[in-house]
């Protein structure tokens, strides 16, 4: 059964009286535990798509399901609810909370899922040690690199357990090593942890660690590629 | 690390301007504090001077007689009714006096003045008069054709301490009153105008200079607090004996004191409001400042699922940890600054003979209150809360990957 599910999705973007079509009746399943990248240019439209399977943006026609609930069908507070318990994000830009620890930033999404305390900071020294980050607990993103904070990113990302990982261009602010490591260690998570990772790319290594590529091209889908056939 | 902890540390982002909101707080708190002390102060010496030396708190009089003195407008026994205002609850002390215009002649000039009788002995527990005796001594119990007077009418009048003083005048049968008063004191308030126009005599020598056959014309009555005039007042109107005569309280027979301290209260009011508004504009700069600086923090935060009303708490808790911070450092800064004051008093400089007026010493002492603590740091809390919920709703409206986009 496909965690994600998206079925002649269209969204339509307006910008005064310009209008322009991210999206033109796409349609993708996704089954568990796969590692897939959605790649293609500029403005192709992966970025929308990543958004409305993340729930952050809603289809101008077309449904999206993940892992069984329709989107169209819930309001804002259930979709906010949805995300918290099965999605996890990267961003491209880390996007961490820089008042916070990284220990703080990882232990937030538990926070919000009213785990109890004791979990929380067991699970999260589990998850940053997992990432290679031991030492780091205590640092704050400013006294992080690219690559520690990208690392907090997915840790924050995984650390409550999601169905669904949605990191766009995870790699695009690090150098190749970094990012190549970070691959690594997110395809090692993706086989231990069973979590679908789902990539918004045109990064060529990200491309090469996927094990399906779903390229787009002008908010349409021109292929689908799974390595493992 | 709680929402508590994080919006603590989200306010020390940028710690310049939180500073400066924070001082906005404490300065506006403190003054408010201070100024609402001050204004209180005065307007309790105002009130407790006039009615010290006139009027006291409550006076009851025959009908009419406030609007327009006149020497047959008496209250018939008035003895009947001190006892019983005596023991009301409230009371302070009570008293008879009565006046009459006449001509006094020292042995140059001649003037107009008001002479009042009274009874010294209750005078000194009622009256601050007697403690403004500049030259000579007040009156006493069993004096006999013995006066006090203001120095500018002893002035007028080229009168001093020993000196005769003639008065003609009429009494209340409308025969002609006269008599021959010593002058014993000379008295100074500081208001020009009882200054020079009041002399006291003795109650027993003024009813039989101006035959007022057991009459008199206002009972004063002086009450513990302030606050209560309204209650004594209800009592006596309550009185069998009070009926036919009028009750007033010290509002009514001074109206242009309470109308000048309206006055300087709605003054005092619209400075306050000025100050309360530049502090809001500070609030409301810092908050849209913040929402703008970290909305792609907000998109984020949604996405990972925090529920907007959750960031909406996040400002407004960051919104009340600086105002307590400001507030509570504004009102311990307020309270000192008054304190001190409050001991060693503001000299009112070239603004002291205007004050005299109004028969306030020349040195004003600001008076510390519950009110005056915390009623100006409680609208600037409402005013604060208010103005950062107005950017913090910003939140709500926000759609998570237009906020991603920054």
Known sequence: ?229 | MGDYLLAWRNIWRNPRRSVLTILAIVFASGLLVFMLSFQFGAYEDMIDSSVRLSTGHLQIQAKGYQNRPEMHKVIKNPDRLLGKVAALDGVDAVTVRSEAFALAAGARRSRGIMVSGVRPDVERRISSLPGQIRKGRYLRDGDVNVAVIGALGAERLQIDIGDECTLIGQGRDGSVAATVVRIAGIFKTGIDEFDRTTMQIPLSDFNSIFSMEGGAHRIVITTKALADDRPVAAAVRMMGEASGLTVLTWDEMTPGLRQSIELDLIGGIIMYVILVIVVAFSILNTFFMAIFERTREFGVLMAIGTKPFRLVKIMLLESLAMTCVGLLTGMILGTAVTLLFSYYGIGMGESSELMAQYGIADRLYPRLSPLSIIIGPAIISVVTFITALIPALKIVHMRPVAALRG
Do not use: C, W
């Open chain 1, 1 to 229: 059964m496909s965690i994600v599910e998206v079925e002649e999705v269209s969204k339509i973007y307006h910008q005064g009286k310009m209008t322009f079509k991210a999206l033109d009746d796409v349609s993708l399943a996704v089954d568990k535990g796969e590692f897939i990248a959605l790649a293609g240019p500029s403005g192709s439209g992966k970025t929308t798509l990543l958004n409305l399977v993340g729930g952050l943006d809603l289809p101008d026609s077309g449904k999206v399901v993940l892992d069984g609930n329709d989107y169209s069908k819930m309001g804002d507070g259930q979709r906010a609810d949805l995300r918290l318990e099965r999605l996890g994000f990267v961003f491209q830009s880390y996007n961490l909370i820089p008042v916070l620890t990284a220990a703080e930033n990882v232990e937030y999404i538990l926070r919000l899922q009213n785990v109890e305390k004791a979990e929380r900071i067991e699970r999260v020294q589990s998850i940053l040690d997992e990432v290679g980050l031991q030492e780091k607990h205590n640092s704050r993103p400013d006294e992080l690199s690219g690559g520690q904070q990208q690392r907090v990113a997915v840790a924050r990302a995984i650390v409550s357990n999601p169905a669904v990982v949605l990191a766009d261009e995870p790699t695009a602010n690090l150098d190749s090593k970094t990012g190549e490591k970070l691959l690594e260690m997110m395809r090692v998570m993706n086989e231990k942890r069973q979590v679908t990772f789902i990539f918004a790319t045109h990064d060529k290594m990200v491309m090469d660690f996927a094990r399906r590529i779903v390229s787009l091209h002008d908010g349409k889908v021109a292929g689908d590629q799974k390595k493992d056939e």
